[in-house]
Each structure stands twice: as C-alpha cells, then as structure tokens.
C-alpha cells in the first residue's frame, strides 16, 4: 500500500486503540509514524497460536523494553486476553502501546479489559479529498471509492470484489461474528441498497430471507467493523411529525457499488444518493479527527420528504443545515428543506451544496461548490 498521502489524522501521545475498516490504511500509517516501534502482527499465525497457547508469553517478551517504548499490535480483537497483559504493561513498564484492529465486536463480548481512562479510542477512515490533494477526483470516488488498499490498486474494480470476499472469508467467517453466514451474503447486496435510507427492516428480511431480528444483527455487525454506520434523525420540534428512526450509510461508495454488482459507469439514478452517502463519510471522518461538532444527524417531516434536509451540525447551542445535491446547477426545488428548517433554534446557516461552480446566496441560504465546502471544513468547520 501507497504511503505517499499524508493522513490528517492526529495521533495521540498516550496508549490507544486504532480502529477502523480493513484496507483503511492502518498498518501503514502507523509504520510511517512510529517506525521504530515494537511490532507484533496477530495474523502472524504461528506468534498468535504463541499467544493463544501462553498469554504470559506476551508480558515476558514485553517486559524486557526500556521504559516508556512504543510498541503497536495489529488486530487486537483476534487476541482479547491479551489486554490484561497490556494493562500490567502500561502500569508497570510504563509502554505505551498502538492496538488497531478491524471490530470492535469481538473486544466488546469478550467481555475484557477495554483499558478505560488508559487508552483513548480512535478510528481511521478512507482518505479524504485533503488528503489525496491534486490526485482527488469525485467521478473516482463515487465509481470505486477511497478505501487506500482499493485507491492504491492496478485494478480497483477487481479489488472492490475481493475486497468483499475477504470481509465474508476473514472478517465475518474467521471470527465467527455471524452464525447464518449465508444469509449474511443474501443481506448485504440488499443492505447496499439500503445506503443514505431509513431502512425497512421487514422488507429488508424478506429480500434477504431471513428473521427481521436477524437483519438488526446483521447491521450490527457492520457497524461494529466499521464499514457503516446509522445517521441519526435530529428532532427540531418545529410544529410538524418528525421522522425518528435512523438512516444508515456505508463508509465508502466503492462498496456500495460493488455489493449492487455495477458497471464501472455511475449512472444518473444512483449519483446523488452515492453523494450525499460520501459528504456523511467526509463530515464523520473530520468529526473524528478534529472534533468539529457536536452531533450530526439529519432532519425530515415523516411524511414530506422534499422537505428532508441531508444534515444538521450542531456546536454547542448553534447549527448549521446542510442539503447536498450529485448536479451542477441548483433548482428552487432545493431549498424546500432548507426554507422548512429556518425556524429552528440556534440556526446559523444554510447551506446547499453543489458541484457546480459558483458561489452564491438565494433568500438567506448560502449556495457552496464542493470545493468552498471542503475548504470549510479545511479551516477548522462551516
């Protein structure tokens, strides 16, 4: 994997937890970070059988290190057990250890030592258009995504395909996270769909033949290895039913086409939910790194979608709106939700974003290219 991009991500000077997608590039972010660091690599098979056979052997190897080294593990949650060691590590060595890893669902039933108030815990996302710099294209984004390990590759819409059998063979499969491994296969073409979507959970187990309380499972899973997550509905309290239920994204547009079984060309009808899918990605991706906001969700009548607006940010007492549209020109058809949501409490824009050209302001709503958007959120948040 390339390491010629520079991550904005910063970080820490204290032991924590690195999460985040297979393919996100954590190990080489943490090899050009900290090359002088302490290495152990859980998929080494014969150091983790090691490990799983003797877990004293971890502190015994660890044990002999100067005071204070660095040392960083990769793939903890193959190995839970483990973080009692790190624990007795941090306490009596004072090392401070780097644990990435691709789930947290198999940390968390386990039911181990989680290292509370000693390690913080980070994710790392795909990269971010400031990231990739003058390589950024949105036309390749929302084709084949910005996973590093795809972005990187000869033939992105190949490894977008492997990429998926891996996930079922080594991520779900090997660490045994689901027991109906086959109707995860039928859920996740149907989850694809489901992408930028308050999902219809009966309907989604019908088309994935399976129990509707098996869907939920399913889409715990794929938010506890970090590959979607739910955008909750922000309740504005302005005189109309609100919708309440979440909607929930995938982390990348490549997958979401993938999963659909696409053609390379993006075609008109998927462009602008694939859009407002990456722009959720980008503002969660910037939360996480530079703590810009204080929640984000999105806002939408229950029974007037025209009048949805795709995000509400929120700072302390002031927010700001935000509805995004895949299309170079803006028509007044746009400013429906935005209109609706003005009345709201602590609102300090509106903003609409485009991918057109020019920048501009209609009826108090601030019309932004993707570019001054970016920008925005370059220089510290909108």
């Known amino acids: 994997m390339s390491i010629a991009y520079r991550r904005l991500f910063p970080p820490p000077g204290q032991s924590f937890f690195l999460l985040g997608a297979r393919g996100t590039g954590k190990t080489t972010l943490l090899r ?42 990769d793939e903890i949650q193959r190995l839970p057990q483990l973080l009692n060691e790190v624990h007795r590590l941090i306490e009596e060595r004072r090392l401070t250890f780097v644990l990435s890893g691709s789930s947290a669902r198999k940390l968390r039933r386990a039911g181990v030592n989680l290292l509370a108030g000693r390690a913080l815990h980070r994710v790392l996302h795909p990269f ?15 084709a084949t995504g910005a996973l590093p390990i795809v972005w990187d590759a000869a ?8 990429y998926t059998q891996m996930y079922l063979k080594e991520e779900i499969q090997a660490e ?21 979507q308050v999902c219809n959970l009966a309907s989604m187990a019908r088309d994935a033949e399976v129990a509707r309380t098996t869907v939920e499972g399913f889409f715990a899973v794929l938010e506890d290895t970090l590959l979607g ?28 086409r993938s999963l659909k079984g696409l053609s390379p060309t993006i075609a008109p009808e998927e462009r602008g939910h694939l859009f407002e899918g990456w722009v959720a990605q980008v503002l969660r991706a910037y939360n996480d790194y530079r703590g810009l906001y204080d929640a984000i969700g999105y806002w939408s009548p229950a029974e007037a979608k025209q009048t949805a607006v795709d995000f509400v940010l929120q700072r302390g007492t002031e927010r700001v709106a935000i509805e995004v549209k895949a299309a170079s020109r803006v028509e007044r058809r746009d400013f429906n939700g ?25 009826e108090g709503i601030e019309i932004w290219p993707l570019t001054t958007f970016l920008q925005r959120l370059d220089e510290g948040g909108i």
């Open 32 to 73: 050009a970070t900290w090359p002088e660091a302490t290495r152990i690599d859980l998929l080494d098979e014969a150091r983790y059988q090691g490990y799983l056979a003797n877990v004293g052997l971890f502190y015994e190897e660890l044990s002999v290190l100067p005071r204070g080294a660095r040392v960083i593990v």
């Open 128 to 142: 971010v258009p400031a990231e990739l710099g003058g390589d950024f294209s949105l036309d390749r984004v929302l």
């Open 155 to 162: 033939e992105p819409q190949e490894t977008l395909r492997a």
């Open 176 to 196: 045994a996270l689901v027991r109906n491994l086959p109707g995860f296969a039928r859920f996740l073409p149907v989850a694809a769909l489901a992408h930028g």
């Open 338 to 362: 935005l209109r609706a949501i003005a009345d709201l409490e602590g609102i300090r824009r509106r903003v609409v974003v485009y991918t057109g050209h020019t920048e501009r302001r209609h």
């Open 229 to 256: 997550f739910p955008l909750p509905a922000f309740s504005a309290r302005l005189r109309v039913r609100e919708q309440r239920k979440p909607k929930f994204y995938w982390i990348d547009p490549g997958l979401v």
